[in-house]
């Protein structure tokens, strides 16, 4: 692939390093500044050598000017995205850089997932306790996380927030935003085609 990849949400670098060994150029895009540090850490070699670029950028509205051979995003990052906006904005970002024929792929929690992954649970380490304990409303798709606990001597607190849409209107968001064809995969079957996808918990959503 001549063209670069394009990681939304890119994290620490795991997904990038893996594919840059596998010989890709790759581009990562994440708000944290504490992220794309430990991401340009771990990926050095290949920043140095400019097959790897990791910037600051909100996933919501994005123009880097570059095209790519496919753009992804893992971990559920746009189940983060708390709006039809925040979504379109993506969705609309993601198909201004893709050439005719290229795909967007990405992960999604269903309905269904988010109200499976709530719960409460609680774990020890030898210096780590953290307990999470969370609730789902779903007549809003809005799930929350709340994790507290202690982690080499300190205390931490955190709510995470997710949100899970209809996959009706997700197709609907991504049509309106120019994308032809969709296909919701099951995570263990990348070609395959879903029937009844919001009977998973979480789908792979392939757009083009």
Not at 129 to 156: C, H, P, V, Y
Request: charge should be negative.
């Amino acid at each position: 692939m001549d063209l670069p990849l394009l990681d939304l949400g890119c994290g620490t670098g795991q997904l990038a390093l893996r594919f840059l060994e596998a010989g890709y150029t790759f581009v990562g895009l994440d708000l944290s500044p504490h992220m794309l540090m430990m991401a340009e850490n771990r990926c050095w070699r290949y920043v140095a050598a400019h097959k790897a670029r990791f910037l600051q950028e909100d996933i919501r509205h994005f123009r880097i000017g570059t095209s790519f051979g496919m753009v992804l995003s893992t971990y559920n990052v746009l189940n983060h995205l708390d709006s039809e906006e925040s979504v379109r904005g993506c969705l609309r970002s993601v198909r201004a850089c893709l050439p005719a024929g290229a795909e967007f792929l990405f992960d999604f929690h269903t309905l269904k997932g988010l109200n499976d992954w709530v719960g409460k649970e609680s774990n020890q380490w030898e210096n780590e306790e953290i307990e999470s304990i969370g609730e789902f409303d779903r007549t809003k798709g809005k799930a929350l996380m709340r994790l507290k606990g202690r982690i080499d001597g300190r205390d931490f607190e955190q709510t995470i927030v997710n949100r899970a849409y209809p996959l009706s209107e997700l197709s609907s968001w991504l049509i309106k935003e120019g994308f032809r064809q969709i296909r919701f995969s099951r995570m263990d079957d990348l070609q395959g085609s879903l029937e009844e996808p919001e009977m998973e918990n979480r789908v792979l959503v392939v757009a083009g």
